[in-house]
Nanobody
Framework: QVQLVESGGGLVQAGGSLRLSCAAS????????MGWYRQAPGKQRELVAT???????NYGDSVRGRFTISRDNAKKTVYLQMNSLKTEDTAVYYC???????WGPGTQVTVSS
């Protein structure tokens, strides 16, 4: 019933930008905090950014100032704008409902040098 589908991942050179999208369905999107998480090979999953139901944002230290999370409740979509990408940003990026164990399948982001 609940579905989260990420899109927008791909290959980009260091210094470039990507915009990820997460389309949500099957729950009341507007009242839920949403988040982006990532996992690189051999590393633990880490929080990238969250956005509350009222638009309050939080960022991981490694991405603050470079990434921006936003949401469009009418479209039931959460976005992650990624700028000034670094090779260490390479990971699978996952969309999540923050306070519920709902995850998307992930989208690969690869940053090359």
């Amino acid at each position: 019933q609940v579905q989260l589908v990420e899109s927008g991942g791909g290959l980009v050179q260091a210094g470039g930008s990507l915009r990820l999208s997460c389309a949500a369905s099957g729950f009341i999107f507007s009242i839920n905090a949403m988040g982006w998480y990532r996992q690189a090979p051999g590393k633990q999953r880490e929080l990238v950014a969250t956005i509350s139901s009222t638009g309050i944002t939080n960022y991981g230290d490694s991405v603050r100032g470079r990434f921006t999370i936003s949401r469009d409740n009418a479209k039931k979509t959460v976005y992650l704008q990624m700028n000034s990408l670094k090779t260490e940003d390479t990971a699978v990026y996952y969309c999540k409902v923050v306070y519920v164990d709902y995850w998307g399948p992930g989208t690969q982001v690869t940053v090359s040098s």
